[in-house]
């Protein structure tokens, strides 16, 4: 069974860091694109970031260009996300999906509608 575990989570404060965690199992993650996106209360879920299977290209949104850098260790068959410079309106819960399916796609996407598997989120908490 395909799976998504997401931890790192927390409680920073503004300006801060913290590096998010997404691991895999039941399937080899190094066959996947993998997308990062967050949600806060009463907001859509929005597309932070992902990351190509075969070449690792990346994307950000505009909202964490520069700040946020997602990398992949295949050997762990885990997929990152280092969050810095952290703001309030960083404050979400952020989750990790698969999608869009490699044969279909030679890119990543951080179109919602193109994720297939999904975690259960982690929540980070930007305040002081």
């Known amino acids: 069974q395909e799976q998504l575990v997401e931890s790192g989570g927390g409680l920073v404060q503004p300006g801060g860091s913290v590096r998010l965690s997404c691991a895999a199992s039941?399937?080899?993650?190094?066959?996947?694109?993998i997308g990062w996106f967050r949600q806060s209360p009463g907001k859509e879920r929005e597309g932070v970031s992902c990351i190509s299977s075969n070449d690792g290209i990346t994307y950000y949104a505009d909202s964490v260009k520069g700040r946020f850098t997602i990398s992949r260790d295949n050997a762990k068959n885990t997929v990152f996300l280092q969050m810095n410079s952290l703001k309030p309106e960083d404050t979400a819960v952020y989750y990790c999906a698969t999608g869009p399916p490699i044969y279909m796609s030679t890119y990543c996407t951080i179109n919602y509608n193109d994720m297939q598997y999904w975690g259960k989120g982690t929540l980070v908490n930007v305040s002081s």
């Open positions: 039941g399937f080899n993650l190094r066959y996947a694109h």
